[in-house]
């Protein structure tokens, strides 16, 4: 029970700082590219874990064994890569709200996935959760004034192929925690995450960091979304 516990109060947790950020990613990734900006995110994170992991288990832990690195990188490009960078997007093209109200339907594709794949049960509240998760996103759909490549109809895309990273990332996550600990595991992705950002958009990033309101709010949500946020949530499964 105790277990059971601890793990609802660390979600609930970094459900908490989750909900701190999408404004700041509003205000701070307005004039950077998606992927320079989570390129931000991911160092200044950086800056927490490194020490972090340090004083929590003296250096990094993790299963060398290929099936293991392929696990991890798969779970970093998935939910960190696609999933962040999607989000970021959606929150430039179709604003905070929606944006959030899509791309946390993930709770229900990671419930889905989870039985499809790791064979979980599914209870009635996944279900209806689900149900009523469709039923917010056309509502939300159906709420866009402007019709074809709007920026609106992009940015409800991004946040779509965001839920969709998310979810399948939370149920990767799962088995690379069988190869290493929620804190090596957050260090390790993040790192993954800021050399494969860096490699796409090294120019975008070498631009935003001369952007201070961009660098300011980057380091805020790195450090709450990926520092704190992503190793609760990952201490969590």
Aim: hydrophobic share 55%; glycine share 10%.
């Amino acid at each position: 029970m105790s277990g059971t516990v601890t793990a609802f109060s660390a979600v609930l947790l970094a459900a908490i700082v989750w909900s701190l950020t999408p404004v700041l990613i509003k205000i701070g990734a307005s004039n950077v590219s998606a992927i320079a900006f989570n390129g931000l995110r991911a160092f200044s994170a950086l800056t927490l874990l490194l020490p972090l992991s340090l004083v929590v288990n003296g250096g990094v832990y993790v299963d060398p064994t290929p099936s293991a690195l392929i696990v991890i990188v798969l779970s970093a490009l998935v939910g960190l890569v696609v999933g962040d960078v999607a989000y970021v997007k959606a929150i430039q093209l179709a604003g905070v709200s929606k944006a959030v109200i899509i791309g946390y339907t993930y709770i229900f594709v990671s419930q889905v996935l989870a039985f499809i794949l790791l064979n979980e049960g599914v209870g009635i509240g996944t279900v209806m959760g689900s149900i009523l998760a469709i039923i917010g996103i056309v509502l939300v759909v159906g709420g866009t004034q402007e019709f074809g490549y709007s920026h609106e109809l992009r940015g409800l895309l991004a946040a779509g192929i965001s839920s969709l990273a998310w979810g399948l990332g939370s149920v990767v996550n799962r088995v690379a925690l069988l190869y290493s600990d929620p804190v090596s595991l957050a260090l390790i992705r993040i790192a993954i995450q800021g050399a494969t950002l860096t490699i796409l958009d090294f120019d975008g990033l070498r631009s935003a960091m001369t952007n201070k309101r961009a660098v300011l709010t980057a380091f805020i949500t790195g450090i709450l979304t990926y520092g704190i946020g992503a190793t609760l949530f990952l201490y969590s499964l």
